[in-house]
């Protein structure tokens, strides 16, 4: 997720990296980085809750998990990054609500996103929140906007949008965090 400063250059950064070894434990990691326009690191969030296992899920993560959720504040509101079931899990979401977090950034892996679309519309109405969930693309699915990158902004014309990826004459939009600059803080 990049936001575009003058030039279009971006001026932040936000990747996913999933089940990086940890050199001590030999456990996954499961971080987001955010990065400056000039490819500094400037935070890194270690993903709170390991995937859930179960019939559906059999495998489940061997993960270390974070134990802190971090807050920045910046210019544009107060940024969270969580990583997929961060944003729902039921332990997790009631600390994001009381951390007053308004501008949440959310890398995905998930076959679907719609407990990413209900947890987005609860804190949307619990801390005005901003939600950008960047999901990969599914090409294979019944419904495809329901496994797509999707936004919610506060006060938009749409409460919620999916990001399609740009396909053979559709142009490519513009990134996710560009709309919360152009739509969601003009208004």
Known sequence: MTAAGPNGYPILAIFG????????????????VIMTASGVPIHTHRKLTPFSMGKDFPVGERIETGQVLEVLPSDVGNLAVLICLDLFHQTIQPLVIQSKANLLVVPSLSPETGPHRKASSTLQAANHASTFVANRWFMDLENPADGTSFFRIPRSTDAEKPHWKPSAGKPAESYLIFRLMNEGLAK
């Open 17 to 32: 990296r999933c089940h990086c070894k940890d050199a001590k434990s030999g456990n996954d990691l499961n971080e987001a």
